[in-house]
Nanobody
């Protein structure tokens, strides 16, 4: 069984910073891509950023230059450093990982439970 556990969300003022973390655990053989999505109230879930196992990154245009995704392969953890936060960044943030588990021996997408980020004065 594989689990993704997120942490680091909260309330922050506009212009502030937050760092999200997401740790994968369980019967993991290897983790391919990892990433973050957000879902604002009444809207579809949308991509924030992704990172390959080798460190190649991809960002939504709305967060380029403000957010940085990184990962620690030894810890099976992905991070999202969010700077210069805006009220429109308010959403539930979900991490995901493309994982080959020891039980299934196939690449499957796993999702975290979501963490709320609220940007407000």
């Amino acid at each position: 069984q594989v689990q993704l556990v997120e942490s680091g969300g909260g309330l922050v003022q506009p212009g502030g910073s937050l760092r999200l973390s997401c740790a994968a655990s369980g019967s993991i053989f290897t983790i391919n891509a990892m990433g973050w999505y957000l879902q604002a109230p009444g809207k579809e879930r949308e991509l924030v950023a992704t990172i390959s196992r080798g460190g190649s990154t991809n960002y939504a245009d709305s967060v380029k230059g403000r957010f940085t995704i990184s990962r620690d392969n030894a810890k099976n953890t992905v991070y999202l450093q969010m700077n210069s936060l805006k009220p429109e960044d308010t959403a539930v943030y979900y991490c995901y990982a493309d994982i080959i588990s020891l039980s299934r021996w196939s690449a499957d997408d796993y999702w975290g439970q979501g963490t709320q980020v609220t940007v407000s004065s």
